[in-house]
């Protein structure tokens, strides 16, 4: 596959080394077999119900006493009493969000071939499988008894649809049918992997019409579930039905359609639906992938990154993974992955956004249910959108937002007693905040929403749309900003206490509790809310008296500390120590996406940050390797601190241990546990590394100018190479060169007329 996507010459052996291909609704997981080939399918709105969401707990009444607890350093105290006040009212053990999983199985089985996988495989010559950025093409192919077959698949943008064509060059009998994915006995530890829902869902029903087959598939918690359709859309072959689907004799030519949806009601189909929109469609493949493309590749064509030559870009997906395993990481993998994470984020982004799996799995044990998880992971995967010119992709965020508001308020009422929006740290179809226990006192942790506000904001100033800030970004700024009102208490001292407070999903070293007083990134999260706040309305010379209000509070914001090692204390308590060995650096939220303005007028605190994830990485042991998305957030940090050898560091790390050979990231070193979380975070650390641009405001708040600084942490092993298209803050698109480790030429664009000031 030259250019841009990757070619591969084994057949694998695992479904994370799967091909990947999603419209972001419908998402396509290609395994390649010979013969007897596996197509998983999943659905952005499909999570297994496995419990009644229930209220949150009524922890508002009793606030009072979970305060006092914490004040006297009874920490563990009050994250057992929330429980126990669970216990009272009806939860039980703990509860898990409904997981992610994989829908249906389309089988593809080639009549004739071997009995077992790997005698289909050695009957399999010159196999190659590959996949293509720029168009989501999935193909497959192979040569068995001398005669050719190719399986190209993609998931249509335009048509909500799978696409499935089988060519050969002579006749085969074969059977396209749709089933159940089958559980997998291998799904590795339970810890990490969770228990096996597949015992949740009742047994396929079938039905036919006009020649399309219709699979449902019934929940057991309450009755509704989720139906999958097909039809053959073209063959020159005999069809004959079977149970599940078709068997074709001798075919060499076959066009397929698929499509899936949760269902609403027990009886509900869109089998009538799916035919009438199939028999409206051309059928042939290339005009339908052609459809597709032009949306897709609009989308990922939008960036562009050169670090090497055209022939070290050609070399197989093997060649490439074995290689960044030396060490010496070939420039041509970091394209790859910067591709590769592009390709996956935008594959994901639907109505909804990637979840931890982006919008694939494999197995019924997925981990951590597959969820969204909020305290860091969903913001890992979003952060790549905006510089990367994906704007619209960004939509998919605010929209499961909007879709939760009504949960989070409520969860704000019940847990604290309080106005405006609480985003739990784990969601998937519902927004309230069910999943805690002791160890894990989710409850506390207040950050959600004000740092999803943060992408709010920065759309508003990448696209320079004054509407949607006004329509989309105030109102919910605006009530992630009422809840602190309401949930700040003023110590003796007349500053603000942060209590409950947690920071994920650390422990202080003195206490071994995560239940604590002023967290960091608490602190953090709710003063960048506040100065947004009052940045936005002030340029917009809005809400003039709610900015003197918010101004007001951030008077009264706790300061940051720092510990005897010089680093920032990731809880501002004295009497709460630093734990280092971690895989969160939540308490760095300051430097994740710029420099948070009371860092940049006291730069000791920048200091103390850049001491704070050079001790964490010096000192990780038990947790070195853990968790991709922690090690974003240091290199993040150190990117805009100019810190070039911590993120060559990051970078070489991620990049030589959390990937597959698909170049699909892991959750941990190895690779190990299939997740989205780079397919984010690694292009916008790659991005950050070579441009990053912040707002700059006058003393009254008014922005007034945007500071641009080209190569600010540029990696010394990218000593050459090439950016195009990509977007910053201000509006502003910028095309980048550089060689020899120094600019050699950029253009910006500046749409919006704004003034600037380029930094090299």
């Given at each position: 596959m030259p250019g841009r996507g990757y070619t591969s010459y084994k057949v694998s052996d695992r479904w994370e080394e799967a091909v990947l291909c999603g419209n972001g609704t419908i998402g396509a997981l290609i395994k390649g077999k010979p013969m007897k080939e596996e197509i998983l399918l999943t659905h952005e709105k499909l999570y297994l119900p496995i419990h009644e969401p229930l209220p949150p707990v009524r922890t508002a009444e009793h606030m009072e006493e979970i305060r006092t607890m914490l004040q006297e350093g009874a920490y563990q105290k009050a994250a057992d009493y929330v429980v126990e006040l669970s216990h009272q009212?009806?939860?039980?053990?703990?509860?898990?969000?409904?997981?992610?999983?994989?829908?249906?199985?389309?089988?593809?089985?080639?009549?004739?071939?071997?009995?077992?996988?790997?005698?289909?495989?050695?009957?399999?010559?010159?196999?190659?499988?590959?996949?293509?950025?720029t168009n989501g093409l999935s193909s497959v192919a192979y040569s068995r008894n001398g005669k050719w077959h190719l399986q190209q698949t993609f998931v249509s943008r335009a048509d909500d649809l799978c696409v499935l064509h089988l060519?050969?060059?002579?006749?085969?009998?074969?059977?396209?049918?749709?089933?159940?994915?089958?559980?997998?006995?291998?799904?590795?530890?339970?810890?990490?992997?969770?228990?096996?829902?597949?015992?949740?869902?009742?047994?396929?029903?079938?039905?036919?019409?006009?020649?399309?087959?219709?699979?449902?598939?019934?929940?057991?918690?309450?009755?509704?579930?989720?139906?999958?359709?097909?039809?053959?859309?073209?063959?020159?072959?005999?069809?004959?039905?079977?149970?599940?689907?078709?068997?074709?004799e001798k075919a060499s030519d076959t066009l397929c359609g698929f499509s899936l949806w949760p269902l609403e009601e027990r009886n509900e189909s869109r089998l009538d639906a799916f035919l009438k929109d199939t028999q409206q469609l051309a059928v042939d493949f290339d005009r339908l992938l052609e459809r597709h493309s032009r949306i897709h590749g609009e989308l990922f064509g939008r960036v562009e990154l050169e670090l090497c030559g055209g022939k070290e870009r050609e070399e197989s997906a093997e060649e490439l993974w074995e290689a960044s395993r030396s060490g010496n990481i070939p420039n041509a993998f970091y394209e790859k992955i910067f591709d590769a994470g592009r390709y996956l984020t935008i594959s994901a982004c639907g109505d909804w956004p990637p979840n931890l799996q982006g919008l694939w799995t494999g197995t019924y044990a997925v981990p951590w249910s597959s969820d969204y998880t909020n305290n860091g992971n969903i913001q890992t995967v979003a952060v790549s959108l905006l510089p990367g010119n994906l704007a619209e992709c960004m939509q998919s965020y605010f929209r499961y937002l909007d879709y939760l508001k009504e949960d989070m308020r409520t969860s704000a009422k019940a847990?604290?007693?309080?106005?405006?929006?609480?985003?739990?740290?784990?969601?998937?179809?519902?927004?309230?905040?069910?999943?805690?226990?002791?160890t894990w006192p989710?409850?506390?942790?207040?950050?959600?929403?004000?740092w999803m506000a943060r992408f709010y904001y920065d759309y508003w100033l990448y696209t320079q749309d004054d509407d949607f800030f006004v329509r989309e970004a105030l109102p919910f700024m605006k009530e992630a900003a009422v809840f602190y009102e309401d949930f700040l208490i003023e110590g003796e001292d007349g500053k603000y206490c942060f209590t409950p407070s947690y920071s994920p999903e650390n422990a202080p070293s003195n206490t071994g509790s995560q239940a604590c007083v002023n967290a960091t990134m608490d602190i953090a999260v709710a003063r960048e809310l506040l100065n947004h706040l009052i940045i936005g309305c002030r340029t917009l010379g809005i809400e003039e008296e709610n900015v003197r209000k918010w101004e007001a509070m951030l008077q009264k914001m706790p300061p940051y500390l720092i510990n005897e090692d010089g680093a920032l204390k990731e809880w501002a308590t004295p009497k709460l120590e630093d734990c280092y060995?971690?895989?969160?650096a939540s308490h760095l939220y300051p430097?994740?996406?710029?420099?948070?303005?009371?860092?940049?007028?006291?730069?000791?605190?920048?200091?103390?940050?850049?001491?704070?994830?050079?001790?964490?990485?010096?000192?990780?042991?038990?947790?070195?390797?853990?968790?991709?998305?922690?090690?974003?957030?240091?290199?993040?940090?150190?990117?805009?601190?100019?810190?070039?050898?911590?993120?060559?560091?990051?970078?070489?790390?991620?990049?030589?241990?959390h990937y597959y050979p698909s170049f699909s990231s892991s959750h941990d070193a190895g690779p190990?546990?299939?997740?989205?979380?780079?397919?984010?975070?690694?292009?916008?650390?790659?991005?950050?590394?070579?441009?990053?641009?912040?707002?700059?405001?006058?003393?009254?708040?008014?922005?007034?100018?945007?500071?641009?600084?080209?190569?600010?942490?540029?990696?010394?092993?990218?000593?050459?190479?090439?950016?195009?298209?990509?977007?910053?803050?201000?509006?502003?698109?910028?095309?980048?060169?550089?060689?020899?480790?120094?600019?050699?030429?950029?253009?910006?664009?500046?749409?919006?007329?704004?003034?600037?000031?380029v930094i090299v």
């Amino acid at each position: 596959m030259p250019g841009r996507g990757y070619t591969s010459y084994k057949v694998s052996d695992r479904w994370e080394e799967a091909v990947l291909c999603g419209n972001g609704t419908i998402g396509a997981l290609i395994k390649g077999k010979p013969m007897k080939e596996e197509i998983l399918l999943t659905h952005e709105k499909l999570y297994l119900p496995i419990h009644e969401p229930l209220p949150p707990v009524r922890t508002a009444e009793h606030m009072e006493e979970i305060r006092t607890m914490l004040q006297e350093g009874a920490y563990q105290k009050a994250a057992d009493y929330v429980v126990e006040l669970s216990h009272q009212q009806g939860y039980g053990e703990k509860r898990w969000t409904d997981p992610f999983f994989p829908a249906c199985a389309v089988w593809i089985v080639t009549e004739g071939g071997g009995e077992t996988g790997a005698e289909r495989e050695e009957e399999a010559e010159g196999y190659e499988k590959s996949l293509d950025f720029t168009n989501g093409l999935s193909s497959v192919a192979y040569s068995r008894n001398g005669k050719w077959h190719l399986q190209q698949t993609f998931v249509s943008r335009a048509d909500d649809l799978c696409v499935l064509h089988l060519k050969d060059e002579a006749p085969v009998d074969l059977r396209v049918e749709l089933k159940k994915a089958v559980e997998d006995p291998d799904a590795g530890d339970p810890f990490w992997q969770g228990p096996s829902h597949y015992a949740k869902l009742g047994e396929p029903s079938y039905a036919w019409r006009d020649g399309a087959v219709s699979m449902r598939v019934p929940f057991l918690l309450n009755g509704k579930g989720y139906e999958c359709c097909m039809r053959i859309l073209k063959t020159d072959g005999h069809i004959r039905k079977t149970e599940s689907g078709y068997r074709l004799e001798k075919a060499s030519d076959t066009l397929c359609g698929f499509s899936l949806w949760p269902l609403e009601e027990r009886n509900e189909s869109r089998l009538d639906a799916f035919l009438k929109d199939t028999q409206q469609l051309a059928v042939d493949f290339d005009r339908l992938l052609e459809r597709h493309s032009r949306i897709h590749g609009e989308l990922f064509g939008r960036v562009e990154l050169e670090l090497c030559g055209g022939k070290e870009r050609e070399e197989s997906a093997e060649e490439l993974w074995e290689a960044s395993r030396s060490g010496n990481i070939p420039n041509a993998f970091y394209e790859k992955i910067f591709d590769a994470g592009r390709y996956l984020t935008i594959s994901a982004c639907g109505d909804w956004p990637p979840n931890l799996q982006g919008l694939w799995t494999g197995t019924y044990a997925v981990p951590w249910s597959s969820d969204y998880t909020n305290n860091g992971n969903i913001q890992t995967v979003a952060v790549s959108l905006l510089p990367g010119n994906l704007a619209e992709c960004m939509q998919s965020y605010f929209r499961y937002l909007d879709y939760l508001k009504e949960d989070m308020r409520t969860s704000a009422k019940a847990l604290f007693g309080c106005r405006g929006i609480h985003f739990p740290s784990r969601s998937s179809n519902h927004g309230l905040n069910n999943h805690f226990d002791s160890t894990w006192p989710m409850t506390f942790w207040t950050a959600g929403a004000g740092w999803m506000a943060r992408f709010y904001y920065d759309y508003w100033l990448y696209t320079q749309d004054d509407d949607f800030f006004v329509r989309e970004a105030l109102p919910f700024m605006k009530e992630a900003a009422v809840f602190y009102e309401d949930f700040l208490i003023e110590g003796e001292d007349g500053k603000y206490c942060f209590t409950p407070s947690y920071s994920p999903e650390n422990a202080p070293s003195n206490t071994g509790s995560q239940a604590c007083v002023n967290a960091t990134m608490d602190i953090a999260v709710a003063r960048e809310l506040l100065n947004h706040l009052i940045i936005g309305c002030r340029t917009l010379g809005i809400e003039e008296e709610n900015v003197r209000k918010w101004e007001a509070m951030l008077q009264k914001m706790p300061p940051y500390l720092i510990n005897e090692d010089g680093a920032l204390k990731e809880w501002a308590t004295p009497k709460l120590e630093d734990c280092y060995d971690h895989r969160h650096a939540s308490h760095l939220y300051p430097l994740f996406y710029d420099i948070a303005k009371e860092f940049r007028e006291e730069p000791k605190l920048c200091d103390a940050c850049r001491r704070a994830y050079e001790i964490k990485m010096e000192r990780k042991e038990k947790e070195k390797g853990v968790m991709a998305f922690g090690m974003v957030q240091i290199g993040m940090a150190a990117s805009h601190l100019g810190d070039v050898r911590a993120v060559e560091e990051t970078l070489s790390s991620l990049a030589g241990n959390h990937y597959y050979p698909s170049f699909s990231s892991s959750h941990d070193a190895g690779p190990s546990i299939f997740n989205a979380d780079l397919g984010g975070g690694m292009p916008a650390l790659i991005m950050e590394s070579l441009v990053q641009c912040q707002e700059i405001a006058d003393e009254t708040g008014h922005i007034r100018s945007y500071e641009i600084r080209l190569l600010p942490s540029l990696p010394s092993f990218w000593s050459k190479g090439r950016i195009k298209g990509l977007k910053l803050r201000g509006g502003f698109e910028i095309d980048l060169a550089w060689e020899d480790g120094a600019v050699k030429e950029y253009r910006i664009e500046n749409p919006w007329e704004n003034e600037y000031a380029v930094i090299v």
